[in-house]
């Protein structure tokens, strides 16, 4: 695919930008370090590093903004992001396309602009690290080098972060990183009153598989079962590898029902995985499966998770290879 088609490739360009689930997050050190240097060197009072989702852009960091996220529509970074090179307004009430936004008119009365866009290892421009001022402004060459330095660090910072929450074995997310990702979501779903739920699964017998067939089949197993799930999930959904044999997704705007049918969506996959031993024999994988959604107030991330197992442990006893949903939920 070349570079142009990157630019247009909405949905691709979605998925990347979840792939590193720092949407809603909490503010890191690194992240904010460049918008502070950003804010020094080039000594302009607002910049941000700025994530384009579907519908909103959200700030990772800023210096000078009172708001974490503004809608997509209004937002410079949208027009960015259609961009290899760094964009630069250098009075947006001169430019037709921004004479009469909201950020230009009101606060924060953006008068210039440069954004360099954050662009993925695979080409996917993700958001931008912008650089604003409230005054009319030229940036010269050497203040778009630096900026353009600068977003590439943003980027790096984004892979390391994204492999320091990966599990070795499967590439799914870790346990902290599932549990933060999920904290994130609630906080979300609470906040625009919408549904969200977790689904906990555990592959059936699985040291009768080790035992039967050794450890590097149970790892392949393993593999093999987080990437069948992997496979059928939204760019949305995310897995996690609990511990050991168990694994937890993550399901926003699910409700109980939709949980459930994307449960068994991933059981069915589970079940249609054709694995064999290292002498060839044919190594059978099902799992048990128990969803949960959002409930009162209290609930965390851990609450839903033991919700989810209990509806599991149902699952177990009935027989295994099968969904149930928590009775309470």
């Given at each position: 695919m070349i570079a142009d088609e990157k630019l247009t490739d909405e949905e691709a360009r979605i998925r990347a930008l979840r792939r590193y689930r720092v949407l809603d997050t909490e503010t890191e050190k690194p992240f904010e370090k460049i918008v502070g240097l950003v804010e020094q060197i080039l000594?302009?009072?607002?910049?941000?590093?700025?994530?384009?989702?579907?519908?909103?852009?959200?700030?990772?960091?800023?210096?000078?903004?009172?708001?974490?996220?503004?809608?997509?529509?209004?937002?410079?970074?949208?027009?960015?992001?259609?961009?290899?090179?760094?964009?630069i307004v250098q009075d947006a009430q001169q430019d037709p396309r921004f004479a009469a936004n909201p950020l230009v008119t009101g606060a924060p009365h953006i008068r210039s602009y440069a954004g360099a866009p954050l662009q993925t290892p695979e080409g996917y421009n993700v958001g931008s690290l912008c650089a604003i001022d409230v005054k009319p402004r030229a940036f010269p060459d050497s203040e778009i080098a630096i900026l353009s330095n600068f977003a590439n660090l943003v980027v790096e910072e984004l892979e390391l972060r994204l492999a320091a929450s990966?599990?070795?074995?499967?590439?799914?997310?870790?346990?902290?990183?599932?549990?933060?990702?999920?904290?994130?979501?609630?906080?979300?779903?609470?906040?625009?009153?919408?549904p969200m739920a977790v689904a906990l699964f555990d592959i059936d017998r699985f040291k009768a598989i080790n035992d039967s067939f050794g450890h590097p089949t149970g790892d392949r197993v393993i593999q093999a079962v987080s990437a069948a799930c992997a496979d059928v999930l939204r760019a949305t959904q995310t897995i996690g590898r609990w511990g050991g044999e168990e694994f937890a997704i993550l399901l926003p705007e699910c409700d109980l029902s939709a949980a459930a049918t994307v449960a068994e969506r991933c059981r069915q996959a589970i079940e249609a995985l054709e694995i064999r031993s290292d002498a060839g024999a044919p190594c059978p994988v099902t799992a048990s499966f128990g969803v949960a959604t959002l409930g009162g107030p209290g609930d965390d991330a851990e609450v839903l998770v033991a919700q989810a197992d209990a509806a599991l442990y149902r699952a177990k006893n009935a027989g295994r290879n099968r969904v149930e949903a928590c009775a309470t939920a």
């Open positions: 000594n302009v009072p607002i910049c941000a590093v700025s994530l384009v989702d579907s519908d909103r852009q959200w700030f990772k960091a800023s210096r000078g903004l009172e708001v974490c996220e503004t809608r997509r529509d209004i937002s410079f970074c949208t027009h960015a992001i259609q961009t290899p090179e760094p964009m990966s599990d070795l074995l499967t590439g799914v997310l870790t346990r902290r990183a599932w549990r933060d990702g999920a904290e994130a979501e609630i906080s979300r779903a609470r906040r625009h009153d919408r």
